[in-house]
């Protein structure tokens, strides 16, 4: 029937979101706030592993894994790995059998990948936040550095560093970069 996959959970936010699940389904869970109130998220958010749906002992007092059954997606599995800082949780179902073991391991790694894959980079410094806050606030160079009270070849050296740390070209792709990953 479709899957979510939320990445790199952070703050109760995701840095990636994605999902396929029927729209009408989507449409209903976003309008009452069900990722607040998903015994699957709970789960996933609290334990690291794999478990089918019809596994998970914890309280649905807003029934929505029932709401769920009554669009199609009767069987599941929740896939959680990560730490509980940076978390990534897949949610797979379908509506006409229990996944195999073999379909649960492959969720598993899939899950393991995307949480590898999508992994931010290491700290920024303060330093290197700085530089490309300004930056990306408009400062040219010149300007940003003197706001800091540096010279222009200490701010360039902070940009580069900045770069090299984000895996980036250009600086214009590390701030995307670290706008994307909430540094700044």
Same mark, same amino acid.
């Given at each position: 029937?479709?899957?979510?996959? #939320?990445? /790199?959970?952070?703050?109760?936010? $995701? ?23 998903? $015994?699957?998220?709970?789960w #996933? ?19 929505? *894994? ?27 179902? !379908?509506?006409? !059998?229990?996944f ?9 790694a899939?899950?393991?990948?995307? /949480? =590898? ?5 290491? =700290? *920024? ?10 930056? #990306?606030?408009?400062?040219? /160079? ?8 540096i ?6 050296? !902070? ?13 214009? =792709? ?7 990953? !909430?540094?700044?």
């Amino acid at each position: 029937m479709g899957y979510t996959a #939320g990445v /790199h959970i952070r703050f109760a936010s $995701p840095l990636y979101l994605r999902s396929t699940y029927p729209q009408a389904w989507q449409d209903i869970y976003a309008a009452n706030s069900y990722s607040l109130r998903d $015994p699957l998220v709970f789960w #996933g958010i609290s334990q690291s592993g794999s478990i089918r749906w019809s596994k998970i002992n914890l309280p649905d007092p807003f029934g929505v *894994l029932d709401v769920a059954a009554d669009h199609g997606l009767k069987f599941g599995v929740v896939s959680s790995c990560g730490k509980i800082t940076s978390r990534t949780i897949v949610g797979v179902s !379908r509506s006409d !059998r229990e996944f195999t073991d073999p379909e649960i391991d492959e969720v598993a790694a899939l899950a393991e990948a995307l /949480h =590898e894959i999508a992994e931010p980079p290491g =700290e *920024l410094t303060p330093a290197m936040i700085e530089a490309l806050r300004l930056v #990306g606030d408009g400062f040219r /160079h010149t300007a940003a550095a003197a706001e800091i009270g540096i010279s222009e070849s200490a701010l360039k050296a !902070r940009l580069s560093s900045a770069r090299e740390r984000l895996g980036a070209r250009t600086t214009a =792709e590390a701030l995307r970069m670290a706008r994307e990953y !909430r540094l700044i």
